[in-house]
């Protein structure tokens, strides 16, 4: 299979996924999904075009091109549900975005029972009886109404996977003024409203902007018993509660445009995850975790490949997405090729995941760099006191005590290598070179943007 992929290339995957988009139902709608058999059909065409292959990819040829942004009224239009739920205004003194609505249900009734989180995860039904036990009794009632308290996130840490986003949190939740969803990564803003748990299995049922909302229920009662208990005292007091999300897929994966969205330019997407985020939380805080491209991908297949891994078969899949890249690249441009869910699925390593330069700029074109707070993961492992400072100020948090910040610094790492996955030892040095090449210019970009070399990973 990877020799006929490799023969095949995957230039025209563009093409023939921009067409399977026209025709189906817009995402206005929680309910509507498009035609799965005959969006397998396009993609099963996409992949049988050819391309004849070219030497792996050049630096002369990468354009870092400005992408052109979408009138807030093309967002409501594909997203009608989601804008008539969330407003355009927030409490005044919360810090997190929150509001309030009415509850038309009775003290019997179960506000999760058609969660999509419940309903298709038996992981999670446990948080959400928590949730269902506590939930009458964190409701305002008023003139004979009830109101329950919605938010979003304050902050998000956008990414990216196998960059220590998981650490990060694990340790930023023991902060008290920190409250995290009640899923550590809900997806949602990137597949679950698309109906995607994996892209493979095809398409389910769109979640809700409710089901999400859901998730903050937690920190929303919280922050609802504060404004209740400041009310009387001092109502305009700022509650100092702050939510997160940490879905390390919000950076970069955009792969359901081409289900969901009509043709862009030249195969590029016309909309982007931070486009709908931006429409609703234009202040909204995000925190990215990178580490070395080259080290990240290596980590990334160690972590997700089932069998056979070695060194060897890391080289073999490695040399098959970079040649699987160039080919799109003799064709389109390097944005299609990096938002071209044709080619994201048949590379067998995810190399695209890399590519830190495109996705940041794309994200610059919408918020400000002052909302974003870029780490290292090569600097966090190794002075783990002094990122969680940077965070702290980032997000002006109030200071911790002497035990709290040792609890918070001293903790063993999360999520780190297995051990049976160590045993396998480094990558090959020619494939090391061959990944070196291949994100040297994204690299150079990146630390050009931010004004910092560490981010070239020359030594790491």
Not at 48 to 71: A, C, W
Not at 200 to 205: C, M, N, S, T
Not at 418 to 425: I, M, V
Request: proline share 6%; hydrophobic share 35%; with cysteine.
């Amino acid at each position: 299979m990877r020799s006929e992929l490799r023969d095949r290339g995957l230039g025209g995957g563009v093409v023939a996924l921009r067409t399977a988009a026209s025709g189906h139902a817009q995402a206005g709608c929680p309910g509507e999904r498009p035609q799965e058999s005959e969006w397998g059909e396009k993609v099963k065409s996409a992949l049988k075009k050819s391309v004849s292959p070219g030497p792996f990819y050049h630096s002369s040829r990468i354009e870092f091109t400005t992408r052109q942004l979408p009138d807030v009224e093309d967002l409501k239009k594909q997203e009608l549900h989601m804008f008539s739920v969330i407003p355009h205004k927030f409490l005044p003194n919360s810090k997190s975005p929150c509001w309030y609505e009415e509850f038309t249900g009775r003290n019997t009734t179960d506000p999760y029972l058609t969660n999509s989180y419940v309903l298709y995860s038996k992981r999670f039904r446990s948080t959400f009886d928590t949730l269902r036990k506590a939930f009458w009794g964190h409701l305002s009632h008023a003139h004979g109404k009830h109101f329950r308290l919605r938010c979003l996130p304050h902050f998000y840490i956008i990414g990216q996977p196998k960059c220590g986003t998981t650490d990060l949190y694990d340790r930023l939740r023991l902060h008290p003024e920190v409250k995290f969803s009640a899923i550590k990564e809900p997806h949602w803003w990137t597949r679950k409203r698309f109906g995607i748990v994996r892209l493979r299995d095809g398409l389910r049922d769109r979640y809700p902007v409710e089901d999400y909302l859901d998730l903050f229920d937690l920190a929303a009662h919280q922050i609802h018993q504060g404004l209740q208990a400041s009310a009387a005292k001092e109502p305009s007091k700022m509650n100092r509660i702050i939510i997160g999300e940490a879905s390390a897929s919000t950076m970069w994966d955009n792969n359901a445009w081409t289900l969901f969205y009509d043709n862009g330019t030249d195969g590029e997407p016309p909309f982007l995850t931070q486009d709908f985020i931006h429409a609703f939380q234009p202040d909204a805080k995000l925190i990215v975790m990178l580490r070395d491209p080259v080290e990240r991908l290596y980590s990334d297949y160690l972590y997700f490949a089932s069998s056979n891994k070695s060194a060897d078969d890391f080289h073999e899949k490695v040399t098959e997405a970079l040649q699987l890249f160039e080919n799109c690249m003799l064709d389109y441009s390097l944005r299609a090729c990096v938002y071209n869910n044709t080619l994201n699925n048949a590379m067998p390593v995810r190399l695209q995941v890399g590519l830190y330069a495109v996705y940041l700029l794309d994200w610059l074109t919408v918020f400000n760099k002052e909302q974003f707070l870029i780490l290292r993961l090569e600097d966090h492992a190794s002075n783990v006191k002094d990122t969680m400072h940077r965070v702290f100020q980032f997000l002006s948090l109030g200071p911790l005590s002497e035990k709290q910040e040792a609890l918070m610094t001293k903790s063993p790492a999360s999520n780190t290598r297995r051990p049976e996955d160590r045993d396998l030892g480094p990558m090959w040095p020619v494939t090391q070179r061959l990944l070196r090449d291949f994100y040297g210019p994204f690299n150079a970009r990146l630390a050009q943007v931010l004004a910092d070399e560490a981010f070239l990973w020359r030594k790491t």
